[in-house]
Nanobody, 126 residues
Framework: QVHLEESGGGLVQAGGSLRLSCAAS????????SGWFRQAPGKGREFVAA????????YYADSLKGRFTISIDDPKNTVYLQMNSLKPEDTAVYYC???????????????????WGQGTQVTVSS
C-alpha cells in the first residue's frame, strides 16, 4: 500500500502564493506518475497537474498553465505544487494521487489513479 499525505494548504489572499507538498510512504511503485487534483464544493474532481517519475514530463490543466508548477523530489518521495497568483476560484480541496505509468491521456483522468491522499484545503479570499 502507498500512503500519500498532503500539506501546505491554508487561507491566502488573492494574488498570493502557496506551495503544497505530497509525501509518499509505504510500498511505492518503482516508477510512477503523480498528480494533483482539486474539488470545489458542489463540483467534480478536476485535474490540476501531473508529473512522471523523475520529472521527465509534466502536464497541466490549460487554465492553470503559467500559474501552477509541479515538481518532484525523488529521494524524498515528495511531490510539490507551487501555486502563484491565486484567485478565489482556486478555492478547493487539493488532492495528490499516484498511478502506474501509462499513456499521456491517463495522467489527466482521476479514475486512472490508484492511490489518493486525504486532501488539503486551499481557500483564497478576495
Amino acid at each position: 500500500q502507498v500512503h500519500l499525505e498532503e500539506s501546505g494548504g491554508g487561507l491566502v489572499q488573492a494574488g498570493g502564493s502557496l506551495r503544497l507538498s505530497c509525501a509518499a510512504s509505504g510500498r511505492t511503485f518503482s516508477s510512477y506518475t503523480s498528480g494533483w487534483f482539486r474539488q470545489a464544493p458542489g463540483k467534480g474532481r478536476e485535474f490540476v497537474a501531473a508529473i512522471t517519475w523523475s520529472g521527465g514530463s509534466t502536464y497541466y490543466a490549460d487554465s492553470l498553465k503559467g500559474r501552477f508548477t509541479i515538481s518532484i523530489d525523488d529521494p524524498k518521495n515528495t511531490v510539490y505544487l507551487q501555486m502563484n497568483s491565486l484567485k478565489p476560484e482556486d478555492t478547493a480541496v487539493y488532492y495528490c494521487a499516484q498511478k502506474r505509468p501509462g499513456p499521456s491521456w491517463t495522467n489527466l483522468q482521476p479514475t486512472m489513479y490508484n492511490y489518493w491522499g486525504q486532501g488539503t484545503q486551499v481557500t483564497v479570499s478576495s
